[in-house]
């Protein structure tokens, strides 16, 4: 395994993103590491993605 597969299978758990507006990509990357969430699925649905 990678360290990225590594890392994934350890947290168990991969929050999926969508977000309206590309300015709140920031914040909300810092809110979920400081959860212990340190990667995340981001769709690409909207047009900010």
């Known amino acids: 395994m990678n360290q990225v597969s590594e890392q994934i299978a350890k ?3 991969v929050p ?3 977000l309206n507006h590309a300015e709140d ?3 909300l990357a ?3 590491c ?10 690409f649905r909207t047009e900010a993605a």
């Not at 400081?34 to 769709?43: K, Q």
């Open 30 to 32: 810092d809110a979920l």
């Open 11 to 13: 947290l168990g758990v």
């Open 34 to 43: 400081e959860g212990g969430l340190p990667c995340a699925e981001v769709t």
């Open 16 to 18: 999926v993103v969508v």
């Open 25 to 27: 990509a920031k914040p």
